[in-house]
């Protein structure tokens, strides 16, 4: 009965771990680099916004979000526009949100 058990889960482990291996290699080079620099820049906006009160740390935090967006359609293998990359890249490095 063990032994019957186990196959299965095997399988189905490698199995994610080839579907795994499978979606990096589907996200290429420039898509991985893309991410990259919207990490960085996510992580600019956090610290950007924790060190601003009212107003302008609301419009820092909303286009955090917006690179978190970006971030995520590129880790589930969607497509994202480059001019929304360079947008949103440009908008986290102005020192104003305005």
Known sequence: M???LRAPIV???LAFVLAGSASAAQMGPTASSEKQALVEA???LASKAAQTK????A???LE???VDGLI??????QRVSPNA?????RDAGRPSPW
């Not at 009212?54 to 740390?57: D, H, L, M, N, V």
């Not at 995520?72 to 293998?77: D, I, P, R, V, W």
């Not at 990359?85 to 890249?89: G, I, P, T």
Request: charged share 45%.
């Open 64 to 66: 955090r979000r917006r």
């Open 54 to 57: 009212g107003a302008p740390r």
């Open 72 to 77: 995520e359609a590129l880790e589930h293998g």
């Open 11 to 13: 399988a189905t482990g």
């Open 2 to 4: 063990r032994l019957s």
């Open 42 to 44: 996510r992580d600019e």
């Open 85 to 89: 990359v360079e947008d949103a890249l």
């Open 59 to 61: 419009q820092f935090d």
